[in-house]
């Protein structure tokens, strides 16, 4: 920003005294849990598994080190140096304004299906204080689709019969979605109560919680580390994992899940880092942090990539099926099967180390959906600015939707829904919002004038690598992927079964709904920069350059830029 634009500036709307963390490490720990969350553990295996294995790593490491640091440290950047939520961090470019409202849609749909994976785990946990683990063999009720190491089912495949009893999953949902099983409905009650009570304490009381909530999980992944790795035949499944088949590296749609799984696993694109990084004192030096976090959460996927084929190679020699691959069928209840199956094989007390896994797992998942209800709560604060409600009446409203809209999940065609809701409402928008992230600030924003500001802010000059990843590298390849997804996309299926029309039109509403907000909130800033008088390029230029309210909350800082 120059002189020049702020003298120009009008005097901007009062606004709420903005919350911060209590120290440095609360911030640290809080994006920590919030990255390394259910997108790791629970999103990462499968997504690995479905784009084969090793051929899915090397696509996803380059589009950690070209596309997610890079966008991390940006949108850190970003909203510390604002002190805003991502809406109106937009005020740099009005005319993409469109783009930070699109995330906060995406955010609000993917706490929708998170939160049923955390009820999921819940009903998991409570059934783990059994004097039995229930699929520690196999049960009369579940007929000949099980394995448990002596039997096995026509198909040569370990079927996820446990998984099958508990959601009541039907083949096909043809036939519709089904009704809503109550103990699911209950746990996922608990899980929205948990959620809006941390919520409603406020950032502060998050960031406390984040010190258990960051470390926890590394524990309980170490220790099934050590178990998996030991199995008969974990090694071929790990070997599987890294291995990669090379003339999958030219399938456009492995390097989309890679990129996909990036935004997933770092949180980024979705408003989450921002929000969280507003909250920060205005000139902490954030890079070492940023280093920190991108390393854990890359290495805490490959941990969790190392258990689930390790135990994946050890179905393979238990069933005698020579191809990992098709040990089991994939889709997001992999980790329901896996992990479930290596804890089983403890010989002493596995039902405290299942506790331990599944608290771990609802410990994630508290992490994560904290960090999109926050995002989403200080958008609505940041627009009533002192009008505001009381955050307490935000958090409730919010849980209370939340709840109603997840019940859905819990349905036997629930899943087909959470697939349906992830690549539509989820995946598909989110990257082509991230191009869109990269081009207001590093080319209407401008990538000179951004790193002016953090020099200002931390007092650090940003280098080359970044620079040239912000400009070219990372939206370049993110277009490419998006491009070339789009000409090989096939129609959605879920575990190899195709969807009913209506599905695949209420898919196409809900990327419409997060896609229209570009060129809406566009016409918008163009019609309301360019006056009575003004032309429709006189409208264009005006909405590429900030807005009045544009710099710093604290408006003795932003006097001084």
């Known amino acids: 920003m120059t002189q020049l634009e702020i003298s120009t500036k009008s005097e901007k709307p009062a606004e709420k005294p903005a919350e911060q963390w209590g120290n440095g490490l609360e911030f640290l720990f809080s994006c920590i849990s919030l990255s390394v969350g259910l997108g790791n553990i629970w999103r990462f295996p499968y997504i690995a598994f479905q784009n084969g294995g090793g051929t899915f790593v090397i696509p996803y490491l380059i589009a950690l080190l070209v596309i997610g640091r890079p966008v991390y440290y940006l949108e850190i950047s970003l909203g510390q140096f604002t002190g805003r939520g991502v809406v109106k961090a937009f005020d740099m470019a009005p005319l993409l304004k469109g783009v930070a409202v699109g995330q906060v849609l995406?955010?609000?749909?993917?706490?929708?299906?998170?939160?049923?994976?955390?009820?999921?785990?819940?009903?998991?946990?409570?059934?783990?204080?059994?004097?039995?683990?229930?699929?520690?063999?196999?049960?009369?009720?579940?007929?000949?689709?099980?394995?448990?190491?002596?039997?096995?089912?026509?198909?040569?495949?370990?079927?996820?019969?446990?998984?099958?009893?508990i959601l009541h999953e039907v083949p096909n949902i043809d036939n519709g979605l089904g009704l809503p099983n109550w103990q699911l409905v209950a746990c996922l009650a608990v899980a929205w109560l948990v959620i809006g009570g941390v919520l409603i304490r406020g950032i502060k009381s998050s960031g406390k919680a984040a010190y258990f909530l960051g470390v926890f999980p590394y524990v309980v992944l170490l220790i099934l580390l050590l178990r998996a790795v030991t199995l008969p035949g974990a090694i071929d499944g790990i070997i599987y994992f890294f291995k990669p088949q090379w003339r999958e590296l030219l399938n456009p749609l492995v390097w989309y899940a890679a990129v996909t799984q990036v935004f997933f696993s770092l949180a980024i694109c979705f408003?989450?880092?921002?929000?969280?990084?507003?909250?920060?004192?205005?000139?902490?030096?954030?890079?070492?942090?940023?280093?920190?976090?991108?390393?854990?959460?890359?290495?805490?996927?490959?941990?969790?990539?190392?258990?689930?084929?390790?135990?994946?190679?050890?179905?393979?020699?238990?069933?005698?099926?020579?191809?990992?691959?098709?040990?089991?069928?994939g889709g997001a209840g992999l980790a329901f099967i896996s992990y479930p199956e290596a804890i089983a094989k403890f010989e002493y007390v596995p039902q405290m180390f299942a506790v331990l896994f599944f608290l771990m797992l609802f410990v994630l998942g508290i992490g994560s959906t904290v960090g999109m209800g926050s995002c989403i709560l200080r958008v609505i604060r940041d627009q009533f600015g002192l009008r505001s409600p009381p955050i307490w009446k935000l958090a409730s409203g919010l849980a209370v939707l939340g709840f109603s809209v997840s019940i859905v999940y819990m349905t036997p065609g629930g899943q087909f829904i959470l697939n349906l809701v992830d690549f539509y409402g989820v995946s598909f928008t989110a990257l082509i919002l991230a191009i869109g992230e990269l081009v207001a600030v590093a080319w209407i924003y401008g990538v000179n004038r951004f790193c002016e500001d953090i020099k200002f802010m931390m007092g650090i000059e940003t280098g080359w690598y970044w620079r040239l990843c912000w400009r070219f590298i990372t939206p370049g390849l993110m277009t490419a992927v998006l491009i070339y997804m789009l000409f090989d996309m096939s129609a959605l299926e879920y575990k190899g079964v195709g969807y009913p029309a209506l599905a695949h039109v209420f898919g196409c509403f809900l990327a419409t709904l997060g896609l229209i907000q570009l060129p809406g909130w566009a016409i918008y800033a163009i019609y309301k920069k360019r006056g009575q008088n003004g032309s429709f390029w006189q409208g264009v230029r005006a909405a590429c350059k900030p807005s009045d309210t544009w710099g710093p909350a604290n408006a003795q800082l932003d006097a001084t830029i």
């Open 106 to 165: 995406a955010t609000a749909a993917s706490i929708t299906y998170y939160s049923s994976i955390m009820a999921l785990t819940l009903r998991f946990l409570l059934a783990s204080f059994g004097s039995e683990l229930p699929w520690s063999r196999c049960w009369e009720s579940w007929g000949t689709d099980c394995h448990d190491g002596n039997a096995q089912n026509s198909s040569g495949k370990m079927s996820p019969a446990q998984l099958r009893e």
């Open 271 to 329: 408003g989450t880092l921002i929000t969280y990084a507003s909250y920060n004192n205005f000139n902490r030096n954030v890079y070492n942090d940023i280093v920190i976090i991108t390393t854990m959460d890359s290495c805490s996927s490959i941990i969790a990539g190392c258990i689930t084929f390790g135990i994946l190679g050890n179905l393979a020699r238990e069933t005698g099926n020579p191809d990992i691959g098709s040990v089991v069928k």
